[in-house]
């Protein structure tokens, strides 16, 4: 897992839009709640999946905000 985690930090280093950066780091996010859910698993500490899933739950609204923060300012900056 840690080394498909690199692999997608340097997706978001080369991206060569910021899309391709946005994916990466919604990717990374995804990795993370995964290594946390698996050490949870092996250690038998089952209060470790509250903190995955707030993790998770953190990195799809930023990724929604992030997305909404550049399409906007695509469009010009006109708000609704």
């Known amino acids: 897992m840690i ?7 340097i997706r978001v280093m080369k ?10 780091m919604n990717i990374v996010a995804t990795k993370i709640v995964i ?8 250690n038998n ?3 470790l999946l509250d903190f995955a899933i707030i993790y998770a739950l953190s990195g799809f ?4 905000y992030i ?10 900056g006109k708000s609704k």
Not at 3 to 9: A, D, K, Q, R, S
Not at 61 to 64: K, L, M, Q
């Open 15 to 24: 991206g060569p839009t910021i899309w391709d950066r946005l994916l990466g």
């Open 67 to 76: 997305a909404l923060f550049f399409a906007d300012r695509k469009r010009g």
């Open 3 to 9: 080394v498909f985690l690199g692999l997608c930090f």
């Open 61 to 64: 609204i930023g990724t929604i």
């Open 45 to 47: 500490a089952a209060f």
């Open 35 to 42: 290594i946390i859910i698996i050490y949870s698993a092996m």
